[in-house]
């Protein structure tokens, strides 16, 4: 009979969320779960975003069902229109484009489960971020310095991103770069995974 706390795996591929969970949690094991992420016709940024949470960590823990696993997603939301990650120059700069001068909300969706003992809690956490009205020969500038092609909405927070707001606001600090760790810490506590 196996004792002690359950294995942690962060079901992401994300060099972000593996930093931001390494904060709070010294040990666990990353795993990239295989999910399309295509939008479902007329699907919601933050209905998006849980139901790629929750399909991410469940695929992980199917194939590792003693685990304890977490999934997230992160969607960009302008007007009601999920913003992908960019993947080049060009794209970036449209998104940008489309975001200066406007409120664009971040839909970060955690799913906390195990297939052993049955749990699964899920989070959707809503960061507002106000951009500035930003010119075409600054976003250049910006993207040339900041390259965030694999990021939602264009930029990297963690990185010169702020230089493009005007305002955040958010409960969790670190749920715009993608894992509201406030969050995490308390569903690992309520699960008994030991953080300190």
């Known amino acids: 009979m196996k004792s002690g706390p359950p294995k942690l795996v962060l079901a992401s591929g ?13 040990n666990f094991e990353c795993v990239s779960p295989q999910v399309d992420e295509t939008p479902r016709d007329g699907e919601k940024p933050a209905g998006l975003a849980n139901r790629l949470a929750i399909a991410k960590a469940r ?3 199917e194939a590792q069902p003693a ?4 999934g997230s997603d992160q969607v960009a939301d302008l007007h009601g229109n999920p913003l992908g990650k960019p993947g080049d120059h060009a794209t970036a700069a449209k998104q ?6 406007q409120e664009v909300v971040f839909h970060t969706a955690v799913c906390i489960c195990s297939v052993e003992t049955g749990l699964e809690e899920t989070c959707v956490d809503r960061t ?3 951009f500035r009205d930003l010119s075409e020969a600054e976003i250049d ?9 694999d990021c939602a909405g264009s930029f990297r927070s ?3 991103g702020a230089v493009l ?9 670190t749920a715009l770069i993608g894992l509201p760790l406030i969050w995490v810490a308390a569903a690992l506590r309520r699960a008994k995974f030991p953080l300190l």
Not at 14 to 26: A, F, H, Q
Not at 141 to 149: A, F, H, I, T, V
Not at 165 to 173: E, H, I, K, Y
């Open 14 to 26: 994300s060099e972000y969320r593996r930093k931001l969970l390494s904060r709070i949690c010294g």
């Open 158 to 160: 963690e990185g010169l």
């Open 165 to 173: 707001f005007r305002s955040v606001s958010s409960s969790d600090p």
């Open 67 to 70: 685990d304890l696993v977490i």
């Open 59 to 61: 695929s992980v823990a």
């Open 141 to 149: 500038r910006y993207l040339e310095k900041d390259k965030p092609w």
């Open 128 to 130: 507002i971020v106000e």
């Open 96 to 101: 940008l484009a489309a975001c200066s001068g």
